[in-house]
């Protein structure tokens, strides 16, 4: 019993190094930061905003954000998206963070692939995921106010 228990722990330890020395071949140090560590995950209490968006992907990003006096003061996100999404999706909530609405309605997909150092052609689509959220929520929030 003892032995299996060793192989299968060995196992585990050469898979899971086999697929971070494959995630560093395919995507930047920062977009493994942010998908491994995201910041400012899960659904802001109260916000002053919120949009839902589905990409054609399957990906479902929920972006939520604190607007007081034009600038935006707290922004969160979750998805049931692949480590891309997730990472698009933290990156975006920081670019945003104490900015005024002037300059984040002006955030293309190219600014958010460019703070990650760029993605995989396949994956360049959850930037854009992320960006129309962003926008759909800014336009939720000025539409009402």
């Known amino acids: ?28 140090e920062k977009v493994l930061e942010e998908y491994h560590h995201p910041k400012n995950w899960g659904k802001l209490q109260n916000p002053d905003t ?12 929920h972006l939520y ?6 600038v935006i003061t707290q922004a969160s996100f979750f998805t049931d998206g692949c480590g891309p999404t997730v990472a698009c999706g933290s990156k975006l909530t920081t670019l945003v963070i104490n900015r005024p609405l ?15 150092d760029g993605l995989p052609p396949e994956n ?15 336009n939720q929030f000025i539409s009402f106010h």
């Open 102 to 116: 002037n300059e984040i309605e002006k955030i293309t997909t190219k600014d958010l692939l460019e703070a990650l």
């Open 1 to 28: 019993m003892k032995k299996s228990a060793d192989e299968f722990e060995k196992f585990m330890k050469e898979l899971q190094e086999e697929i971070h020395q494959g995630e560093t071949r395919t995507f930047s």
């Open 65 to 70: 954000l604190k607007i007081e006096k034009g």
């Open 50 to 61: 919120h949009a839902i968006i589905k990409g054609p992907c399957g990906d479902t990003l």
């Open 124 to 138: 360049e689509h959850c930037a854009l995921l992320a960006v129309n959220t962003l926008q759909k929520a800014l």
